[in-house]
């Protein structure tokens, strides 16, 4: 089954998380999916912006568990070169040549923070909750830290990323991680105002103005700095924290460093 769907119509490409099922949860396969549709309608010529969209009730829960399972049996080696392509496809989505919107009509967990903090822009369902869960299972918010921090600031990363505390869209919008949070009825109201103002301009100043955010705002996120997240999630999941703290999390159990 697909990760997602692809459409294109009028000049907006949409990308669309497709299984609701497992909360448009990611896996291998579902990263290499969204790396490749990013890589392809940034390459597209009739395509002026860019919506990242999900069906159900979560807009993604981070990864998938029975990628997790195989993970969890992963060497250092082979938690590297599986981050590395997390840290590819996440890259590729706040390098895009096109502007992107996040359309958040659900809940959005661990690496689905990424997913949204990639994209120039967010409007978020006000029932929707936000989590950086990772130490809840002994692990750490690492390939996806770049861009979250960028996306909400360190002072709120502080807090959310230490805590692994649950927060609402209200506080995603207070924080800066979101740019506008609405009901369910608003939410395509929202995008369509900021489509209809991506259009209006010049293609080339738009895709100029988000190179400029990029190169100016914050230093480059380059080699190095994706090398040191991927080798740092390497680490932790290798670990015998990140270790117990994930089959604790598949067997439904309390990890070790909770009491009993």
């Given at each position: 089954?697909?990760?997602?769907?692809?459409?294109?119509?009028?000049?907006?490409?949409?990308?669309?998380l497709?299984?609701?099922?497992?909360r448009?949860?990611?896996?291998?396969?579902?990263?290499?999916?969204?790396?490749?549709?990013?890589?392809?309608?940034?390459e597209?010529?009739?395509?002026?912006?860019?919506?990242?969209a999900?069906?159900?009730?979560?807009?993604?829960?981070?990864?998938?568990?029975?990628?997790?399972?195989?993970?969890?049996?992963?060497?250092?080696?082979?938690?590297r070169?599986?981050?590395?392509?997390?840290?590819?496809?996440?890259?590729?989505?706040?390098?895009?040549?096109?502007?992107?919107?996040?359309?958040?009509?659900?809940?959005?967990?661990?690496?689905?923070?990424?997913?949204?903090?990639?994209?120039?822009?967010?409007?978020?369902?006000?029932?929707?909750?936000?989590?950086?869960?990772?130490?809840?299972?002994?692990?750490?918010?690492?390939?996806?830290?770049?861009?979250?921090?960028?996306?909400?600031?360190?002072r709120?990363?502080?807090?959310?990323?230490?805590?692994?505390?649950?927060?609402?869209?209200?506080?995603?919008?207070?924080?800066?991680?979101?740019?506008?949070?609405?009901?369910a009825?608003?939410?395509?109201?929202?995008?369509?105002?900021?489509?209809?103002?991506?259009?209006?301009?010049?293609?080339?100043a738009?895709?100029?103005?988000?190179?400029?955010?990029?190169?100016?705002?914050?230093?480059?996120?380059?080699?190095q700095?994706?090398?040191?997240?991927?080798?740092s999630?390497?680490?932790?999941?290798?670990?015998?924290?990140?270790?117990?703290?994930?089959?604790?999390?598949?067997?439904?159990?309390k990890?070790?460093w909770l009491?009993?």
């Amino acid at each position: 089954m697909t990760a997602l769907t692809l459409t294109v119509d009028g000049g907006i490409a949409r990308i669309t998380l497709a299984q609701p099922e497992i909360r448009n949860a990611f896996s291998d396969t579902g990263i290499a999916e969204i790396t490749a549709a990013f890589h392809k309608v940034g390459e597209r010529a009739d395509v002026r912006a860019v919506v990242l969209a999900a069906e159900g009730p979560a807009f993604c829960a981070g990864a998938d568990l029975n990628w997790m399972r195989r993970m969890a049996d992963y060497s250092r080696d082979e938690n590297r070169v599986d981050a590395g392509l997390l840290a590819e496809m996440l890259r590729t989505i706040y390098e895009c040549p096109k502007p992107t919107i996040a359309r958040v009509q659900g809940d959005v967990y661990a690496g689905g923070m990424g997913l949204v903090a990639c994209c120039d822009m967010a409007v978020a369902v006000d029932t929707a909750g936000f989590c950086l869960s990772e130490v809840k299972i002994g692990l750490i918010p690492a390939t996806i830290s770049p861009y979250v921090l960028r996306a909400m600031g360190a002072r709120a990363a502080h807090r959310y990323f230490l805590t692994g505390e649950r927060f609402s869209a209200q506080e995603a919008h207070r924080i800066g991680y979101v740019h506008e949070v609405v009901d369910a009825d608003g939410l395509d109201s929202v995008v369509d105002g900021w489509l209809k103002h991506l259009l209006s301009a010049g293609p080339a100043a738009v895709r100029a103005c988000k190179r400029l955010v990029l190169d100016v705002a914050e230093r480059e996120i380059n080699e190095q700095l994706i090398a040191t997240t991927v080798e740092s999630i390497a680490n932790i999941r290798a670990s015998n924290e990140g270790r117990e703290g994930v089959q604790a999390f598949l067997n439904k159990r309390k990890p070790s460093w909770l009491p009993g």
